[in-house]
DNA sequence: AACCAGGGTGAGC
DNA sequence: GCTCACCATGGT
């Protein structure tokens, strides 16, 4: 991976697979970036920044000198993906997912725009988890960013009601306050997988799937292996013959695929969502029901 | 009109 | 530990 300044306000960054779509757009792991006429906008971490796709990389306009280090590590772009495949190379399924969807990575977003995602996503589907957090930046947040916890713990239900937050709206709320009260996130992402999790499931909103889903995209805790409806449908069945409910498909998975276990489960997930994968007979691998991603 | 969506909570066992 | 009804909302 390379980094070449053009500009007191640009940067080119080469030699790394990144498919800009997938990651930021398709893949449902974060859900507040926007692109136009090929431009991938987005916020994070009080930096602003507008990707332009390249042959072999991207330029990132707003990226003022200093804040290469932040992007280098949002798009999580020096991990070896390639060297992740070789060693899952036991388990076909896991490795052909993988190899369908080259330029996938998880991002190592900021804990506090993971957690706000991840609590608006409970039992909702990605297009209004889409147009909710778009809904919660653009009334409560500054200059197209996340909400602060604090103004967030200071929004009334009935506005959160109306942005389209439903029942979820107390449980922003209240776990906003926990962490403007000094329930600390960064501490959180410090600690090992398992700590984590325990600590995470002390908010409110936050249950097993919301937990390693903030520990996936924001805390970069790659073990862990968030179960949803699509995950269960993908691999129940061959992940582990006797796990049959969520728990066991979530435990069954961290302890055959360890380290590699969250980006497996961005890709079968990825896939099973797509129609990539056949859900009807998992036994027999992956299969083509599409001509591909779209 | 039921059923679904990147589920969590609290009650009851 | 476990299972259940219930929780809003927009789409099919």
């Not at 930046?137 to 916890?149: H, K, S, V, W």
């Not at 009601?161 to 029942?167: D, P, T």
Request: proline letters at 5%; a neutral charge; hydrophobic letters at 45%.
């Amino acid at each position: 991976m390379m980094i070449e300044r053009l500009s007191e306000t640009s940067a080119r960054f080469s030699g790394v697979p990144f498919d800009p779509r997938l990651t930021l757009l398709d893949s449902a792991q974060v859900f507040h970036w926007r692109e136009e006429n090929g431009v991938f906008a987005g916020v994070s971490g009080g930096h602003e920044a507008r990707l332009i796709p390249e042959a072999n990389g991207f330029l990132l306009e707003g990226c003022a000198p200093g804040e290469e280090a932040y992007w280098t590590r949002y798009f999580d772009l020096e991990r070896d993906y390639a060297a992740l495949r070789t060693a899952v190379a036991a388990c076909p399924m896991a490795l052909e997912a993988l190899e369908r969807l080259p330029g996938l990575r998880v991002l190592r977003q900021p804990p506090w725009e993971a957690l706000v995602a991840f609590i608006i996503s409970a039992n909702n589907n990605v297009g209004r988890i889409r147009k909710i957090v778009r809904a919660l930046i653009d009334g409560l947040g500054e200059d197209g960013a996340f909400p602060t916890p604090a103004a967030l713990a200071g929004a009334r239900e009935e506005a959160l009601r109306a942005l389209g937050c439903g029942y979820r709206a107390l449980f922003l709320i209240r776990t906003a306050g926990m962490v403007a009260d000094g329930f600390a996130l960064d501490a959180v992402a410090a600690l090992n997988y398992g700590e984590a999790h325990a600590r995470l499931l002390r908010l409110p909103g936050v249950g097993d799937k919301v937990a390693d889903c903030v520990q996936l995209f924001g805390m970069g805790h790659g073990e862990a292996f968030p179960v949803d409806v699509w995950i269960e449908r993908a691999v129940k069945g061959w992940i582990a013959p006797e796990a049959k409910t969520k728990r066991d498909i979530r435990r069954a998975a961290r302890s055959l695929f360890g380290e590699n276990a969250g980006l497996i489960q961005q890709s079968l997930f990825h896939c099973a969502r797509m129609g990539l994968i056949s859900l009807d007979d998992p036994q027999i691998h992956l299969s083509y029901k599409r001509g591909g991603a779209t």
